[in-house]
């Protein structure tokens, strides 16, 4: 294969070089691009064909369905690594060993509190408020409590910051929910595992014994894991290029927060039980719904449909669908929703529409059904996308920072207005 690429432009041939990845993905180079042709940009919109940097924490194929973190397979971990293993993973690249891991729990554990000041802050927002919004701006706030997070300068100072946010996040989900239902705030047991210290900040009722439910915690782990990071997504992205300006990390993670709530992106999840719940509401008419997707004059989308990078099965997807079945079985739980969702998957996968688009099931379209099933309400389900996202996004930050990639700064083409003199009030029309 060539080594390099090369353009024609005004009469000139320039050369760009080829970047290989270890996946034998090729790059062309365009660093020299505006200099080479006297100012020639190129236009990406969305970015589906330009690469923002170069990566080894995640490896997606989107054409053969594969996700990999650190080199290993999403199967593989989602079957016999738990959460915080995968995080460790994803942070510091390799699977941790005993001591390792023990020493990380520690570390995360001993930050497990959060400032009580920062319920000042949770107490000023209306129940109705959404817990995204809500856990972005505790998310934020969390740099003023801990202002040395803000320092990514060395290991040790990138570390500290890495285990204060793993032990504080689950917490401040865990109030985001119980704001809205008027629960008093809990600190769960750190004696416990971090999924299931979780699980019982989120539900322990102030006068009940809390009894954990190892389905449960064995099925959010998973989901977890799943949710732990997937290359440049949009949220991702956005991690990684407010760190470039070198603003905090806390305030890294809040602006991915605020990405990840949009319905195209993380907010999916909620919108596809919303969009189940309204086709079971409407006489669980499929057929209509799909007529919808696939007018141009409607803005209905199917969600959970469709992936950027996937054009086959999402390989969570599969993961999620056989876990939902799983979950329901178990919880003896007989949800109408999941038989709406296959028989819309059916539908889907043999219409030409969608098969011409290669429009798949993607993460988020089983994972709600999930959710619900384990009681969480759905405003809450991409708050526990962020919660599982949080490693990869951490990763991703910390890559940007050791690898002193530039500030983000892209440019673009104007279509504005050309150069015109200032016209005075009494002479505007
Ligand atoms: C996540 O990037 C990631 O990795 C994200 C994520 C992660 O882990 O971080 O995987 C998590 O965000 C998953 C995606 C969740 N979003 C949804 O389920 C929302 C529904 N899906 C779509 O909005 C859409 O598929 C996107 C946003 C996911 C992808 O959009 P693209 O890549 O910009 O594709 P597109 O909008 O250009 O669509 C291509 C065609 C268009 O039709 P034509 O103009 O070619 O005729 O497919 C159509 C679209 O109209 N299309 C859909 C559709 N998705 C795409 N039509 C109906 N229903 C859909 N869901």
Redesign the pocket.
Known sequence: MADKATLEFNGQKIEFPLIKGTEDEIGIDIKSLRSATGGAITIDP?F?NTGACESGITYLDGEQGILRYRGYAIEELAEKADFLEVAYLLIYGDLPNQEQLDKFNADITSHAVVDDDVKKILDAFPKSAHPMGVLSSLTSALTAFNPSSVDASSKEAMYNSTVRILGKFPVLVAWTMRKKQGLPLDYGDTSLGYVENLLKMMFKKPNEEYVHNPIIVNALDKLLIL?AD??Q????STVRIVGSSYAGLFASLSAGISALWG????G?NQ??IEMLEGIMADGGDTKKYMAK??D?NDPF?????????YKNF?PRARIIKSAADEVLNDLGIEDPILEIAKGLEKEALRDE?FVE?R?YP????YSGIIYRAMGIPIEMFTVMFAMG?LPGWIAQWKEMRHRKEPIGRPRQIYIGENYRAFKSISERS
């Open positions: 969305g589906k949710h997937h290359e997504n949009c949220s991702t319905p195209l992106h993380g999916a919108a596809v997707a696939k141009k989308r199917l969600m959970g449909f469709g992936h950027r990078v999402d529409y688009r429009l993607n993460v988020d379209f996202r």
